[in-house]
């Protein structure tokens, strides 16, 4: 069974701050891994996944999250933090069958101080 | 190029009562998820449908839950007898699930389900 653990319900940070969301998983398998984002009343969409390619991913505004096998990580990064990145963030895992649901982590609430 | 559409986005329902969501899936896509948002709970699968093959209705919290999906696209989610712990945000999404490419999911703007 697959698993993800995000550490850390609630972070905050000051605006042009690094921005570092954790997250670790539990696969059999070769996992694929995902970070989906969800802004203030609005839907879920992907920020990056991992598919066994590249091990350092870049996604959209900004982010990027490396794969560490070793330590079975998949931690979220952002430079410099800004206003707009206010939001629910969620870890998630997959393998490569298909046969298998996303499992997500409980999210991490990131708030941005200026 | 629509995306995933789910009905009603708002729903209030007494408690006893039974509700159906409805979700349509991106054209195409072969996977098909349900999970549910509740504050500080995070994402909670549901039921998850991929093709032909048999539901994983692992996640499903009771028997008072059950989904179908129709022709492998349209799926409906049904609670009979709601109870106040129901209320949650349900959420849908779909999948091309195609394998080797990774599984992304593409999620719809939910249902918000307030069982009074």
């Known amino acids: 069974a697959q698993s993800v653990t995000q550490l850390g319900s609630h972070v905050s940070v000051s605006e042009g701050a690094l921005v570092l969301l954790r997250c670790n998983y539990s696969?059999?398998?070769?996992?694929?891994l995902f970070w989906y984002v969800q802004y203030p009343n609005q839907g879920l969409q992907l920020l990056l996944k991992y598919t066994s390619a590249a091990t350092l991913v870049k996604g959209i505004n900004g982010f990027e999250a490396e794969f560490k096998k070793s330590e079975t990580s998949f931690h979220l990064t952002k430079p410099s933090a800004h206003m707009s990145d206010a939001a629910e963030y969620f870890c998630?895992?997959?393998?490569?069958?298909?046969?298998?649901?996303?499992?997500f982590g409980k999210g991490t609430r990131l708030s941005v101080i200026a | 190029g629509a995306g995933v559409s789910q009905s009603p986005s708002n729903k209030v329902t007494e408690k006893g009562k039974d509700v159906e969501l409805r979700c349509d899936p991106i054209?195409?896509?072969?996977?098909l998820y349900w999970y549910r948002q509740s504050l500080g709970q995070g994402l909670e699968f549901l039921i998850y449908f991929q093709g032909n093959s048999a539901p994983d209705k692992s996640g499903l919290p009771s028997d008072r839950f059950s989904a179908e999906r129709t022709g492998g696209s349209v799926s409906t989610l049904t609670i009979q007898r709601t109870q106040q712990e129901d209320s949650a945000v349900y959420l849908c999404?779909?999948?091309?699930?195609?394998?080797?490419?990774?599984?992304?999911?593409?999620f719809g703007q939910g249902t918000r389900l307030t069982v009074v």
């Open positions: 696969s059999s398998v070769p996992p694929y």
């Open positions: 054209s195409g896509h072969t996977a």
């Open positions: 998630a895992v997959s393998d490569y069958s298909g046969n298998t649901p996303l499992v």
């Open positions: 999404a779909s999948s091309p699930n195609m394998g080797g490419l990774g599984t992304e999911a593409f």
